[in-house]
């Protein structure tokens, strides 16, 4: 039998092939997801002329503008945060002393939270209910416990800051909530936490 030598170059790309197939690939790096919120206030006078915020207990910026509804996240005169999804401490201090401290905000990934700072000096916070279309039943009823507030109007724009006419808005102690609301063939119900010093705004879709 005669054996027949393999061509040196056929020898030499068999090798090359098996070494580049025998190769680990890496693992893709998950991509890192993040979210923002940005703290706002719809008074003038609140805190003086700047309000300090505090994530964490450490010092993330200034708010020195204020505005009648709530901002797009990366507006001027804000205080736009990005981080990961969670939840986070929040405390603020005005330029005249006003405080606010042992509050929380949750960051969404790939989304944007507002967070409005309401009077600081008082203990309550508040909640205001709204829709950004007319869902076709009708006013709608909100009840919170022994409280009675009508939607009778929707904004498009964006969500509005607490005592928005035609919007219920409660003042209640901090807390864990329950609310009902009812209109023409549709109810919904849910819950909420209240903050000191802070404005929710709920959407009903």
Do not use: H
């Not at 509050?103 to 508040?126: I, K, P, R, W, Y």
């Not at 950004?132 to 939607?151: A, E, M, R």
């Amino acid at each position: 039998m005669i054996l027949k030598m393999r061509s040196p170059i056929l020898a030499l790309w068999v090798m090359l092939f098996t070494t580049l197939s025998c190769q680990k690939k890496d693992d893709p790096s998950p991509a890192i997801q993040t979210g923002q919120a940005i703290f706002w206030t719809a008074s003038k006078t609140l805190g003086g002329s700047y309000i300090d915020v505090n994530i964490d207990n450490k010092y993330e910026g200034r708010i020195t503008q204020y505005i009648n509804q709530a901002p797009k996240c990366g507006e001027t005169g804000f205080v736009t945060i990005s981080k990961s999804p969670g939840s986070y401490s929040v405390s603020a201090i005005g330029e005249d002393g006003t405080k606010w401290s042992n509050l929380s905000v949750t960051v969404n990934a790939n989304s944007c939270s507002t967070f409005e700072l309401t009077d600081g000096g008082s203990s309550n916070g508040q909640v205001i209910f709204w829709t950004q279309s007319d869902l076709g039943c009708g006013n709608i009823t909100v009840k919170v416990g022994s409280l009675t507030g009508v939607i009778s109007a929707f904004i498009s724009s964006g969500p509005p800051s607490c005592n928005t006419p035609n919007m219920p808005t409660f003042s209640l102690p901090p807390g864990n909530y329950t609310f009902t609301a009812t209109c023409t063939g549709k109810s919904a119900s849910g819950s909420f936490t209240i903050q000191s010093g802070v404005c929710l705004r709920y959407q009903l879709k």
